[in-house]
T-cell receptor
Framework: EAQVTQNPRYLITVTGKKLTVTCSQN?????MSWYRQDPGLGLRQIYY???????DKGDVPEGYKVSRKEKRNFPLILESPSPNQTSLYFC????????????FGPGTRLTVT | GDSVTQMEGPVTLSEEAFLTINCTYT??????LFWYVQYPGEGLQLLLK???ADDKGSNKGFEATYRKETTSFHLEKGSVQVSDSAVYFC???????????WGAGTKLIIKP
């Protein structure tokens, strides 16, 4: 089954404790992206990647890091989480040919206290 | 810059009612337009799209027409079901880096 998986689905952590949210897709997609969803703000892009070892900032990259060492994986790293990073996070992937037709993971709800 | 404005929700309707969710946009150039749907507890999924003016996208009984003269892409369905309860996002293709520009989302609640 074609899918994007994220782990964990729920995470409660404390300020400053490094964490990683994993994202994996099995569709051989070139393009992968991370979004955060906050009430009333829609989705805002954090980082994206057009292929292995090619990543770039989206609209709200501060406080986040990503890497793309393999085509299928695109982890999101919070080196020192803060309460304003409490949010619902989505990973998405697509082909470059149809980059706007994205497949989304189920989401990770992160709470930073 | 480019932007998308959606009607505020929640929108509450009875089953079999007619649905319209308004979406207007501001964009330079000729973007493609999209509706995505997010069912409770799930990620977003593409519902329909239109790539040029006067195109009509349709899927699962939903329709939306790309109106360049009114810069709109309103979502419609003739008879909604309880299973249509979800959050609906309007989006347009940005100018760079395959970025989607998103509306804030409209929550739809259908009562039996």
């Amino acid at each position: 089954e074609a899918q994007v998986t994220q782990n964990p689905r729920y995470l409660i952590t404390v300020t400053g404790k490094k964490l990683t949210v994993t994202c994996s897709q099995n569709m051989n997609h070139e393009y992968m992206s991370w979004y955060r969803q906050d009430p009333g703000l829609g989705l805002r892009q954090i980082y994206y990647s057009m292929n292995v070892e090619v990543t770039d900032k989206g609209d709200v990259p501060e406080g986040y890091k990503v890497s793309r060492k393999e085509k299928r994986n695109f982890p999101l790293i919070l080196e020192s989480p803060s309460p304003n990073q409490t949010s619902l996070y989505f990973c998405a992937s697509s082909t470059l040919r149809d980059a706007y037709e994205q497949y989304f993971g189920p989401g990770t709800r992160l709470t930073v206290t | 810059g480019d932007s998308v404005t959606q009607m505020e929700g929640p929108v509450t309707l009875s089953e079999e009612a007619f649905l319209t969710i308004n979406c207007t946009y501001t964009a330079t150039g000729y973007p493609s337009l999209f509706w995505y749907v997010q069912y409770p507890g799930e990620g977003l999924q593409l519902l329909l799209k239109a790539t040029k003016a006067d195109d009509k996208g349709s899927n699962k009984g939903f329709e939306a027409t790309y109106r360049k003269e009114t810069t709109s892409f309103h979502l419609e369905k003739g008879s909604v079901q309880v299973s249509d309860s979800a959050v609906y996002f309007c989006a347009l293709s940005g100018n760079s880096n395959y970025q989607l520009i998103w509306g804030a989302g409209t929550k739809l609640i259908i009562k039996p």
